[in-house]
């Protein structure tokens, strides 16, 4: 039975045997292997050398003795498509390609990377244009250069399309528990999506770190990022190309980029992944995430030894939307037993230095503190320089500290006032003990509180629903398209359950006799697809009183379009009920992002549109409840709930009027090219859509 991609990732990922093709920088990379713990068989490939640094090196791939587990090609990008097919041929599971000038230069590369997947077939292809895969659960380095790794029994993974930054991650001193690192290039068969999924296999993954330009497989990625929030797996993502020099860059380097940065929030918001800032934050979030011992929830008892660090503690943590419940009664007395009068007795606890390096006495302190409801404690803690000799008294309180943890059944971390303050001797004695060691006290506690509140927000994305749902990834359309008039635009709208007004469509000649059957106060409104904007061309008439107001409406439009617009007949006119003042006004519509996502806009609509820029991006398809979710999070969601002694919107016929819109938009996701209802009139009683505008491209 021959193996998949996936079957051969797997292989990739857990190497029985190393193979290394090229010159004397792959000698010294097998031998880092050697040094590094690697057990199993290792060859280099050089057709010219019997040996290099020592090594022996095997004349060619046909030579060796079985298709290796993981290959690392460091040929040029000719010979490198040559090795694939050799490597294919000969069984081996996965091969990283370090070789660049493919996809990333233009046509010509686009061309190669195409024959460099075909020569690969089902062998797992990492690259081209990659750094490489360092593994520290196998002590695998497919890595052209020094890494400044080590082995660690679990850990998290990290996958960037940046060599260079993930290179300096290897080197930082932050003793971050690295499982696995992989630079993933032009992501031209393997790339982030599928590395996920294949990582969340392995239980020695605690978490997931994404340092992204863009993605390549949307609906790949939601599959994986939704398997990661079912298994409780963080991931925090690092996105750039945020500006639009940023994109412009991204796009240069892996031609991978694609969606808004808005679509991104939207993307991960649904699937509950930690979007952070910058490499510290990417870092420490990661630590926090690194033992695989979540909080629970997000209260904290804190303790500190200085009450400066207990006033950061406190700051920082409301910041971050963590709790500090107070001391019970009990506690309070306990602690007063032990610490000195002038200690002030809360949460965040200073419990001074008068205890410092009195083990009974820090034992009865943290047994006290400990003893809360609260879901995680933490500890601040600077250690001095070493030459004061006085280190030995923060190794005693460390240890106590993690004792104390085991003895209470809680998860906790430790962190410094001041990033360079926790050794890497700290933080490795923290980290082998399942306690998070974080630099800082301000990224220390902004970092909790992004896992703390991943927690609480993990279960309520699953029973929400939309993580599970792929998003559609819509190709790009040749085109403009057609655009459909206001009349059929509501008609298509109304057959998927959008409420409209019950219009008459009539002509100039017939409007007062179809007016007298329908009613006043009435609207007038030309249709015609060439008027998409139809208040600048004066194409609108509102609350027409009597046939007197009709007609003087009909002539003033007729005169309005012949100078705005000369070429557009005024031969079809819409005439509705004149609606109700309503309670607010929201515009729904659809953002098409070619090979990213079909968005379902919710904002602030009508004349606020473009003044207040309020409004929420979900990608398609989605749930009612995300729905209602969106419109309540708007900054203008106050009008809907009784706003000054207001009535209440009718929640439930608004969800279901934008629901419409976003069914029509899941069942023509092929062809639609824009779509907005401005205004949707929002109601105590109902709710409907006054105007609309589809734009059709052809498939």
Request: with cysteine; glycine share 10%; proline share 5%.
């Amino acid at each position: 039975m021959s193996q998949t991609i996936r079957d051969n990732l797997k292989r990739l990922l857990a190497p029985r045997h190393l193979a290394f093709v090229g010159g004397r920088s792959m000698a010294r990379a097998l031998k880092r292997c050697a040094e590094g713990g690697y057990l199993g068989e290792m060859w280099l490939v050089n057709p010219q050398h019997d040996t290099l640094e020592g090594v022996p090196c095997v004349r060619n791939i046909a030579e060796l003795p079985c298709g290796p587990d993981a290959v690392f090609i460091a040929t040029n990008r000719e010979l490198t498509l040559t090795c694939v097919a050799e490597l294919a041929a000969k069984g081996a599971g996965g091969a990283i390609c370090y070789a660049s000038g493919f996809a990333e230069t233009g046509a010509e590369g686009q061309a190669l990377q195409q024959q460099l997947l075909k020569a690969a077939g089902n062998m797992a292809l990492l690259g081209p244009n990659c750094y490489g895969l360092l593994d520290y659960l196998h002590s695998s380095a497919l890595w052209p250069v020094a890494h400044g790794g080590k082995p660690v029994e679990k850990g998290v993974a990290v996958l960037t399309q940046s060599g260079n930054f993930a290179y300096n991650l290897s080197m930082s001193d932050r003793s971050l528990p690295v499982a696995y690192m992989a630079s993933v290039g032009n992501q031209a068969q393997l790339g982030i999506a599928e590395l996920m999924d294949v990582l969340l296999d392995e239980p020695r993954v605690t978490a997931i770190g994404l340092h992204l330009e863009g993605l390549k497989n949307v609906p790949g990625f939601a599959r994986a990022a939704h398997k990661a929030l079912e298994k409780g797996i963080p991931i925090i993502a690092l996105k750039t190309g945020v500006s639009q020099i940023g994109a412009e860059l991204a796009l240069s380097h892996t031609s991978s980029l694609s969606g808004s940065d808005a679509l991104y929030d939207s993307l991960f918001a649904r699937l509950g992944v930690i979007r952070v800032s910058g490499p510290v934050s990417f870092v420490e979030t990661l630590k926090a995430a690194a033992c695989g011992q979540l909080p629970a929830g997000n209260s904290l008892i804190a303790l500190a030894c200085s009450g400066g660090d207990a006033g950061l503690i406190a700051d920082y943590a409301e910041r971050n939307d963590l709790s500090l419940p107070k001391l019970d009664e009990g506690q309070v007395g306990e602690l007063a037993q032990v610490l000195p009068t002038y200690a002030n007795l809360v949460n965040p606890l200073d419990f001074t230095t008068a205890i410092w390096g009195d083990g009974e006495a820090l034992n009865r302190m943290l047994d006290s503190a400990l003893r809360t409801e609260a879901d995680a404690a933490m500890l601040v803690l600077d250690y001095p320089a070493e030459f004061t000799g006085e280190r030995k008294e923060c190794d005693l309180l460390l240890e106590l500290f993690c004792a104390a943890l085991v003895r209470h059944g809680k998860t906790g971390f430790v962190t410094s006032a001041f990033p360079e303050l926790l050794p890497a001797h700290a933080r490795e004695r923290l980290h082998a003990q399942g306690v998070a060691a974080l630099q800082g006290v301000e990224d220390g506690l902004a970092a909790w509180g992004r896992i703390a509140g991943y927690q609480r927000n993990r279960q309520a994305l699953l029973a929400l629903g939309e993580s599970a749902l792929v998003p559609h990834c819509p190709h790009a359309l040749v085109g403009e398209g057609r655009l459909l008039n206001e009349w059929d635009s509501k008609k298509a709208l109304h057959a998927f359950g959008l409420p409209t007004p019950n219009g008459v469509m009539s002509t100039p000649d017939n409007a007062l006799s179809d007016a007298d059957a329908l009613g006043y106060p009435l609207v007038l409104k030309a249709v015609s697809a060439q008027l998409p904007h139809k208040t600048e061309a004066g194409a609108v008439a509102l609350n027409l009183k009597d046939a007197t107001a009709l007609s003087a409406a009909l002539e003033k439009m007729r005169a309005s379009i012949a100078e705005y617009a000369p070429q557009v007949p005024f031969d079809h006119v819409l005439l509705e009920p004149m609606a109700k003042p309503p309670l607010a006004e929201l515009i729904v519509g659809i953002k098409r992002e070619n090979d990213f996502g079909l968005a379902l806009v919710i904002g602030a609509g009508g004349i606020l549109v473009e003044l207040l820029k309020d409004s929420r991006s979900l990608l398609l398809p989605t749930t009612d409840g995300a729905i209602r979710k969106a419109v309540l999070s708007l900054r203008s969601a106050a009008l809907l709930q009784g706003f000054r002694g207001r009535e209440a919107a009718d929640l439930d016929s608004l969800v279901t009027a934008i629901r419409a819109v976003a069914d029509y938009a899941c069942e023509n996701a092929g062809q639609l090219l824009e779509l907005d209802v401005n205004p949707l009139l929002v109601g105590a009683a109902g709710t409907t859509a006054v105007d609309a505008l589809i734009r059709l491209g052809h498939e």
